[in-house]
């Protein structure tokens, strides 16, 4: 029982940094206003991770490497931990299990990316019916903008209805099914 209680409050706070520091991430990288009380909130929480490797770790066109590295870092050994407290060994092939647990760790942020997408697409699309003038709107009509402009340019609105939102939520679901079987695979090898 202390195990899964253990366990669940290491998964939580691991997937809640990571979380945030793939939003800072993704603010950066798509020009997401940080005035905000979001961006504000992104900032804080992540500073005191983000500052040191930043000075390991360049940005890169334009992308700020240093931000996904770290949120790499608390994932891989977010997930090593949880290995540990149910018992599982790197084993004798340490090299090969630690490339297999980052390789896990990648996939797994790549996931989280597509989830953060989807809250931002649910979030943007309620907000333009209900608040269009709130002082959240600007951040995530940000935030997916640049995904929903190739669905915004194939499928016209109908009587004045974006439909385009709901075309960009079903092809991320699709992408979540070989990225779950991805995962699922490199998992499996170690």
Same mark, same amino acid.
């Given at each position: 029982?202390l195990?899964?209680?253990?366990e ?6 691991? =997937?809640? #940094?990571? /979380? +945030?520091? *793939?939003?800072r991430?993704?603010?950066?990288? &798509?020009?997401?206003?940080f005035?905000? !009380? ?5 900032i ?57 647990? =980052?390789? #896990?760790? /990648? +996939?797994? *942020? ?6 953060? &997408? ?5 979030? !943007? ?60 695979w ?5």
């Amino acid at each position: 029982m202390l195990g899964q209680i253990a366990e669940f409050l290491i998964d939580t706070a691991v =997937a809640f #940094l990571v /979380f +945030v520091l *793939l939003a800072r991430f993704h603010f950066q990288w &798509l020009r997401v206003p940080f005035r905000t !009380q979001l961006g504000e909130f992104v900032i804080i929480a992540t500073d005191w991770i983000v500052r040191p490797a930043r000075r390991i770790v360049p940005p890169l066109a334009g992308l700020d490497l240093a931000t996904w590295m770290a949120a790499w870092l608390v994932q891989g050994v977010g997930m090593y931990v949880l290995l540990s407290l149910r018992g599982a060994e790197l084993g004798p092939a340490v090299g090969s299990a630690l490339a297999g647990l =980052a390789a #896990l760790a /990648f +996939v797994d *942020l790549v996931r989280y990316s597509v989830y953060i &997408l989807i809250f931002a697409v649910i979030v !943007q699309a309620i907000l333009s019916w209900v608040a269009p003038y709130s002082p959240a709107a600007p951040v995530f009509d940000a935030l997916t903008r640049a995904f929903l402009r190739p669905f915004r340019r194939l499928i016209p609105p109908i009587a004045n209805i974006d439909l385009s939102p709901l075309f960009l939520l079903i092809a991320l679901q699709v992408l979540l099914i070989p990225l779950g079987h991805l995962r699922l695979w490199v998992g499996g090898l170690f």
